[in-house]
């Protein structure tokens, strides 16, 4: 088996979700936040960062795909979980893995802002703006990257290495 390329240990991921915890915590000191987490890629980082913010949060989950099973988004971007909490009382705060192609993150983001809660911001672990098709900036930001496959920590090949504990470049075996 060949070695991995690690992008970011598990001892670095565990700094930058605290930082960005710490952050939000001081950003919302006062608000009734709602995290929103998109799976499945984001619930390890979703895990981890709620943990990080010290305070009372509410938590729901959207199961979004525009992937299916591929490297490359498909573009069409398909609510296939959705939650049902009136959101006009609460301050939410959209959290995934990685924002890509930007599509899912910018359609999640138009269909809780109909939605009308008090407040809307976005969070992801890695950002990877080379590779927008849409534009979207995100609100909190762990990691910007460049145009990587990269698995773990959430993060997917097919089914896999979603419980690996850090972020590795990912190359199949037959590639050199």
């Given at each position: 088996?060949?070695?991995?390329?690690?992008?970011?240990?598990?001892?670095?991921?565990?700094a930058?979700?605290?930082?960005?915890?710490?952050?939000?915590?001081?950003?919302?000191?006062?608000?009734?936040?709602?995290?929103?987490?998109?799976?499945?890629?984001?619930?390890?980082?979703?895990a981890?960062?709620?943990?990080?913010i010290?305070?009372?949060?509410?938590?729901?989950?959207?199961?979004?795909?525009?992937?299916?099973?591929?490297?490359?988004?498909?573009?069409?971007?398909?609510?296939?979980?959705?939650?049902?909490?009136?959101l006009?009382?609460?301050?939410?705060?959209?959290?995934?893995?990685?924002?890509?192609?930007?599509?899912?993150?910018?359609?999640?983001?138009?269909?809780?802002?109909?939605?009308?809660?008090?407040?809307?911001?976005?969070?992801?672990?890695?950002?990877?703006?080379?590779?927008?098709?849409?534009?979207?900036?995100?609100?909190?930001?762990?990691?910007?990257i460049?145009?990587?496959?990269?698995?773990?920590?959430?993060?997917?090949?097919?089914?896999?290495?979603?419980?690996?504990?850090?972020?590795f470049?990912?190359?199949?075996?037959?590639?050199?």
């Amino acid at each position: 088996m060949r070695e991995r390329q690690i992008l970011f240990s598990r001892q670095q991921i565990e700094a930058k979700v605290k930082q960005l915890g710490e952050q939000i915590a001081r950003d919302y000191h006062d608000k009734n936040l709602l995290v929103v987490g998109l799976l499945k890629g984001s619930f390890v980082f979703v895990a981890d960062l709620m943990r990080a913010i010290d305070q009372k949060i509410v938590i729901e989950f959207m199961t979004t795909s525009s992937y299916h099973d591929a490297e490359d988004s498909t573009g069409r971007v398909e609510i296939v979980q959705d939650f049902s909490r009136d959101l006009r009382d609460f301050d939410v705060l959209i959290v995934d893995d990685i924002i890509d192609s930007g599509l899912t993150m910018k359609s999640v983001y138009e269909l809780i802002r109909s939605r009308h809660p008090r407040s809307l911001k976005t969070c992801a672990l890695l950002d990877k703006p080379s590779r927008r098709k849409v534009e979207f900036e995100c609100d909190y930001v762990g990691f910007t990257i460049e145009d990587l496959f990269i698995v773990g920590y959430g993060l997917n090949y097919g089914d896999y290495y979603r419980n690996v504990d850090h972020i590795f470049v990912f190359v199949e075996e037959n590639e050199k």
